[in-house]
């Protein structure tokens, strides 16, 4: 374990190391050490960038928008050409005298870039108030106190905003702990929760919740599970709570404004805007006003507004179809695929148009030992009949990105990659 004298030595000593440059890109996996990156950045009047993926090409992007910066790593990634500083494990000496620093609250503590699920990544700058009222406002929607002494466990990287917000942001602002590893698996999840003291709060995607549930995971006692990424359908919320006798929670949010909603799956779908926030209907659709917000900021979701506090989510503009004259909603269509039995994962997908051909909806589905004819069976008792998938494609998996999101370039490559085996032959 750490203590806070030492973080803040570890902060002191880092800072005083790191080159005299605006932005640096901070890539290493270990959290604490991620933290010691970040906070160290901030001492020293710098931005953090947050790439939309750690895949090279994301990260060569970010590297020519913003040339005059350099890379925290804690193994041996290199963003070439920007020069990489290792982040040693013990950076400085335990030292409880050493002062907390002060952040300017308008200081631009981060950059953001949108995920790409819908087209190309969107930088937005962060201030550090405003990370620091939404992760207060956060905790206090879930009730946590500092005397509570919960410990975080997060499957989601920290270089993501819901990773950021909710394993670092949120124990830096309510005295919590956190586990410095990202389990993956659910074996994983199992003993990194084991590894820390209760009370636990484990920081997770449906992904991840899905895969706990189907393997019947024996968790330590979790006092509640918080979810974001994806829409978490509430019988899967259902049979977590059950499985694992705790609460779970989701968080709504985007990157142009950060975590902003709350809402307990099994009891409603009425998502409830965080203390300080309020909702206003526009001409061009809802918007969030916030005071730490400098200007109205639109929500990207087709959203129906229940008064100035709660919403009801529909989905992305992008995420309406229009199929023989019916309109649908993909995320809607997905959410009624992965609640039959026997699917793992799954997503309908409308590809693009090409010539006069009519699009058809495509659906990926994951479903070990379960048939494509089961599926459309179980489909049919559920959705319109014209929003049926044509075809429905059994895969082992699907090309989900580190934070649970599906791409629209994943989707087509392995919608592309599909055609090439049937061309195949395989």
């Given at each position: 374990s750490m203590t806070y004298g030492r973080f803040l030595s570890d902060v002191e000593a880092l800072a005083a190391l790191l080159p005299e440059k605006p932005t640096v890109i901070n890539l290493t996996d270990d959290r604490y050490r991620f933290l010691v990156g970040f906070a160290a950045a901030l001492v020293r009047g710098q931005t953090t960038l947050l790439p939309p993926s750690r895949a090279p090409g994301a990260l060569a992007q970010v590297a020519r928008e913003y040339s005059n910066s350099y890379c925290l790593v804690?193994?041996?990634?290199?963003?070439?050409?920007?020069?990489?500083?290792?982040?040693?494990?013990?950076?400085?000496?335990?030292?409880?005298?050493?002062?907390?620093?002060?952040i300017p609250v308008d200081h631009p503590a981060l950059v953001a870039f949108t995920s790409g699920s819908t087209g190309c990544p969107r930088p937005h700058s962060k201030t550090w108030g405003s990370l620091a009222a939404v992760a207060r406002s956060t905790g206090a929607r879930l009730g946590l106190m500092s005397s509570d002494q919960m410990t975080v466990v997060a499957t989601v990287p920290h270089q993501h905003m819901y990773g950021l917000e909710a394993s670092i942001m949120l124990p830096i602002q309510h005295g919590m702990a956190f586990h410095v590893g990202r389990p993956l698996f659910p074996e994983d999840v199992r003993l990194a929760l084991a590894e820390v003291p209760s009370p636990r709060m484990l920081v997770t995607t449906p992904l991840h919740i899905r895969a706990c549930v189907t393997t019947r995971s024996r968790l330590p006692p979790v006092e509640c599970i918080l979810s974001a990424t994806a829409p978490l359908p509430r019988s899967l919320a259902k049979e977590a709570e059950t499985l694992f006798q705790t609460s779970v929670y989701e968080v709504y949010g985007f990157t142009e404004a950060g975590s902003l909603a709350t809402r307990r799956t099994v009891d409603e779908n009425t998502w409830h805007v965080l203390d300080g926030i309020t909702l206003h209907q526009e001409s061009a659709g809802c918007s969030l006003h916030a005071p730490y917000l400098r200007e109205p900021v639109l929500f990207p979701d087709l959203v129906s507004l229940q008064g100035p506090h709660r919403f009801v989510l529909h989905g992305r503009g992008t995420d309406l179809v229009n199929i023989g004259g019916h309109r649908g909603s993909l995320n809607d269509l997905s959410q009624k695929l992965n609640e039959i039995e026997g699917v793992q994962d799954g997503v309908f997908f409308l590809p693009d148009?090409?010539?006069?051909?009519?699009?058809?909806?495509?659906?990926?589905?994951?479903?070990?030992?379960?048939?494509?004819?089961?599926?459309?069976?179980?489909?049919?008792?559920?959705?319109?009949?014209?929003?049926?998938?044509?075809?429905?494609?059994?895969?082992?998996?699907?090309?989900?990105?580190?934070?649970?999101?599906?791409?629209?370039?994943?989707?087509?490559?392995?919608?592309?990659?599909?055609?090439?085996?049937?061309?195949?032959?395989?």
């Open positions: 804690d193994g041996t990634e290199q963003v070439k050409p920007l020069p990489s500083y290792q982040i040693p494990k013990n950076t400085g000496r335990q030292n409880d005298t050493t002062k907390v620093p002060h148009e090409k010539g006069t051909a009519v699009t058809r909806l495509i659906a990926f589905v994951v479903a070990p030992d379960k048939a494509a004819e089961h599926i459309l069976s179980a489909l049919r008792a559920v959705i319109d009949p014209v929003f049926l998938p044509r075809p429905l494609h059994l895969v082992p998996h699907l090309p989900r990105n580190e934070t649970g999101k599906l791409t629209r370039e994943a989707l087509l490559g392995l919608l592309h990659n599909l055609h090439n085996e049937e061309r195949r032959g395989t």
